[in-house]
């Protein structure tokens, strides 16, 4: 059984809380991104590939919850979409 919908006032402060992690988030990781690029070209260091690509996942998710912040925000709902439609969004 599912839970009953949010309150649109809840809706509304849990959708600005998403977005605010989300650019706190990706604030967060894009300096974490220059020390290492500052550090690459004074030093020579570089990081391995791994470690950015987990900067790079990072902050993909960081603009999924912004996304997900703004539709909670906007009401946006995917079960009220027309199933039958055939275009991707």
Do not use: C, E, H
């Not at 809380?17 to 650019?23: A, C, I, K, Q």
């Not at 990781?29 to 790079?56: E, R």
């Not at 919850?65 to 979409?81: E, F, I, K």
């Amino acid at each position: 059984m599912p839970a009953p919908p949010l309150p649109p006032v809840t809706r509304r402060l849990v959708g600005l809380l998403l977005m605010m992690s989300g650019v706190l988030l990706a604030l967060g990781l894009l300096l974490k991104v220059y020390v290492a690029v500052v550090s690459w070209n004074a030093t020579g260091q570089n990081y391995s590939f791994s470690i950015l690509s987990v900067l790079l996942l990072g902050l993909l998710a960081s603009g999924l919850l912004v996304r997900m912040g703004l539709r909670m925000r906007r009401g946006d709902d995917l079960s009220r979409r027309d199933p039958d439609t055939d275009g991707i969004l």
